[in-house]
C-alpha cells in the first residue's frame, strides 16, 4: 500500500510538470538569473530562511534551513532543510501560478523526509519584492517506520516574502 501512494504522488508531481511545459507558458516577469532571498513557513509552524534561484523566466530552485532550539517549548529542538523545485504554469504581468515539487528533512523527536508536489501564486509588490504562497499533497517518511499522507495547505494564510536582488 506504502509504494502504491508514493507512486501516485510521485506521478502526480511529475504529471503537474508535463502538463505545464505543454502549455508552453512564457513568463512576463523577467526572472532568469535572479535570486530572492526571504522567509517560508515550513510543515512545523516553524519560519525558515530560504533562497529561490531563476534558472529561466520558468523555471527555478528554491533552498531553505530553519531551526529553533529551546528549552522550554514542548518540541525542544526543531530542525529542517530541504529544496524544491518550481516551474511557472501561468504568468501574468506582477502574478506567477506555479507547480512544485520539494523535499526535505526535518527533526523534532524523530528524523522525517517529507515529498511534496503541489502549486503556488507569487505575487510582485515591487520590481523586487514579491509574497507568496503555497498548497500541496505531501508525502511523510519517518524512521522507525512512521509514514504519512496529508495536504500541506498549512501555508496557505501564511504569506512568504522574498527580496529579488
Same mark, same amino acid.
Given at each position: 500500500?506504502?509504494?502504491?501512494?508514493?507512486?501516485?504522488?510521485?506521478?502526480?508531481?511529475?504529471?503537474?510538470?508535463?502538463?505545464?511545459?505543454?502549455?508552453? %507558458?512564457?513568463?512576463?516577469?523577467? +526572472?532568469?538569473?535572479?535570486?530572492?532571498?526571504?522567509? $517560508?513557513?515550513? *510543515?512545523?509552524?516553524?519560519?525558515? @530562511?530560504?533562497?529561490?534561484?531563476?534558472?529561466?523566466?520558468? %523555471?527555478?530552485?528554491?533552498? !531553505? +534551513?530553519?531551526?529553533?532550539?529551546?528549552? $522550554?517549548? %514542548?518540541?525542544?529542538?526543531?530542525?529542517?532543510?530541504?529544496?524544491? !523545485?518550481?516551474?511557472?504554469?501561468?504568468?501574468?504581468?506582477?502574478? &506567477?501560478?506555479?507547480? $512544485?515539487?520539494?523535499?526535505?528533512?526535518?527533526?523534532?523527536?524523530?528524523? !522525517?523526509?517529507?515529498?511534496?508536489?503541489? !502549486?503556488?501564486?507569487?505575487?510582485?509588490?515591487?520590481?523586487? @519584492?514579491?509574497?507568496?504562497?503555497?498548497? %500541496?499533497?505531501?508525502?511523510?517518511?519517518?524512521?522507525?517506520?512512521? $509514514?504519512?499522507?496529508?495536504? &500541506?495547505? *498549512?501555508?496557505?494564510?501564511?504569506?512568504?516574502?522574498?527580496?529579488?536582488?
Amino acid at each position: 500500500m506504502k509504494k502504491i501512494i508514493s507512486m501516485l504522488l510521485c506521478v502526480g508531481v511529475l504529471g503537474s510538470f508535463a502538463i505545464a511545459s505543454q502549455n508552453n %507558458a512564457t513568463s512576463e516577469k523577467q +526572472l532568469a538569473e535572479k535570486i530572492g532571498v526571504g522567509f $517560508n513557513f515550513s *510543515e512545523l509552524h516553524l519560519s525558515v @530562511l530560504s533562497a529561490r534561484y531563476w534558472l529561466t523566466d520558468l %523555471a527555478g530552485i528554491e533552498c !531553505f +534551513l530553519g531551526f529553533r532550539i529551546d528549552d $522550554n517549548h %514542548a518540541n525542544k529542538n526543531i530542525y529542517i532543510i530541504g529544496g524544491e !523545485f518550481l516551474y511557472v504554469i501561468k504568468s501574468y504581468k506582477k502574478l &506567477n501560478v506555479f507547480s $512544485n515539487g520539494s523535499l526535505s528533512l526535518y527533526r523534532v523527536e524523530k528524523t !522525517f523526509g517529507i515529498i511534496a508536489g503541489g !502549486f503556488g501564486v507569487e505575487w510582485f509588490v515591487l520590481d523586487n @519584492l514579491s509574497l507568496s504562497t503555497e498548497a %500541496a499533497l505531501s508525502f511523510s517518511i519517518g524512521s522507525e517506520g512512521t $509514514n504519512s499522507i496529508g495536504t &500541506n495547505v *498549512e501555508s496557505i494564510p501564511k504569506i512568504s516574502i522574498k527580496y529579488y536582488l
